[in-house]
């Protein structure tokens, strides 16, 4: 059953439509390019809810193809919406047969539909839970016969606090590629990013806030990621002057261009599920500072592999900030144990391992 093949399963990614996509999918791409085998399936099918530009780096992968479920996401109500994604997928179902495991990606919540109707049809389900997700009670009676993979022990409580069986949840973290460390040269101006979909409890606020407590003034902020929020987005925005502090916008390369920065902020005021930008960032030698909550805490330990600074609080980022500026060996000490942390935990080729390992079990168990 170890080495068992695949001949058909089936993974559903809900990313938003266009170009843009997060971590979840990102994380999918991964580990379909970076497996160690790569012939573990016959026929892989990714189903994207809406279209979206990353489809074709999907199909590029050997034996990968995939599918739009919806054209669009705007729909006249909501209710017509689900009612047109329940739909649409049924008769997804019903034309692509024989799927040995459907494979929900991202989290309960928006894979829901998939869930519902594949047990309906009698299919095994695999979730991966990467953020948090309200289970109904509905959903939970669906949720009896389904694995599910959290990103983190903070996603795993989550899930039991609500009345999940612990049993059904195994907790698997993210995984990244992980290459050379290369020699970083010291620069005379210090380059500062922060990584993430622009949405209120992603906190960029505060990293912006964190500027003014600076008493360093070689220092330049970086923003990137999508506007989710653009109220929120706008609270801040005349804050960006090209100078002090930068927004980048939406870079589908980010992950290539991180070794550029110096530092590598996460500044979460809700705790995080995960925070894949901090495992990115340690794989390519960027010291890492991120809030004191949620899955950064289960991936650095303080002082030792990375900084955590107390949630919300600008004034005590600027001091961790100040600190990696005006300690030099602390630098290279995090740098290397955060490389060194990546290399043994987050290792996508082992997280890949791991998911085949209960995509198996799931599919072909009884």
């Not at 109500?77 to 024989?98: M, T």
């Not at 894979?111 to 047990?119: D, K, L, P, S």
């Not at 407590?213 to 929120?232: E, P, R, T």
């Amino acid at each position: 059953m170890s080495n068992k093949k695949f001949k058909k399963i089936l993974f559903i990614d809900p990313s938003p439509s266009k170009k843009h996509y997060g971590g979840s999918t990102i994380s999918l791409l991964q580990m379909l390019k970076y497996n160690e085998n790569p012939s573990w399936a016959s026929e892989i099918i990714v189903l994207f809810l809406y279209p979206n530009e990353i489809h074709k780096e999907f199909s590029k992968i050997k034996n990968v193809q995939t599918f739009v479920l919806l054209k669009s996401q705007k729909y006249l109500s909501n209710f017509y919406h689900r009612i047109k994604k329940y739909l649409s997928f049924f008769l997804f179902l019903l034309k692509n047969q024989n799927f040995e495991l459907i494979v929900v990606n991202s989290r309960i919540g928006s894979g829901r539909f998939a869930i519902i109707i594949g047990r309906l049809l009698g299919l095994r389900v695999v979730v991966h839970e990467r953020l948090q997700s309200n289970i109904s009670l509905l959903t939970k009676f669906f949720l009896k016969s389904v694995k599910i993979v959290a990103v983190s022990n903070h996603i795993k409580k989550n899930l039991t606090d609500q009345g999940v069986k612990s049993s059904s949840i195994q907790t698997i973290y993210n995984g990244v590629k992980v290459c050379d460390l290369i020699e970083r040269k010291k620069r005379n101006i210090y380059k500062v990013i922060m990584v993430g979909n622009i949405v209120e409890w992603k906190g960029q606020h505060i990293f912006i806030d964190s500027y003014k407590y600076l008493k360093s003034k070689n220092v330049k902020y970086f923003i990137a990621g999508n506007i989710h929020d653009q109220k929120y987005f706008n609270s801040f925005s005349n804050k960006f002057d090209n100078n002090k502090i930068t927004f980048l916008g939406f870079e589908s390369q980010i992950i290539k261009n991180l070794s550029k920065y110096d530092i590598l902020v996460h500044a979460s005021q809700t705790p995080e599920p995960f925070g894949r930008s901090i495992i990115e960032a340690m794989s390519v030698g960027v010291p890492v500072i991120a809030s004191d909550a949620g899955g950064p805490k289960e991936i650095i330990t303080d002082m030792e592999d990375g900084l955590l600074f107390k949630r919300k609080s600008a004034k005590h980022l600027s001091s961790k900030i100040e600190l990696l500026i005006n300690d030099y060996n602390l630098t290279e000490k995090l740098i290397f144990k955060g490389y060194e942390n990546v290399k043994n935990n987050f290792n996508i080729r082992n997280t890949s391992k791991n998911y085949l390992k209960i995509y198996r079990e799931s599919a072909f168990i009884l």
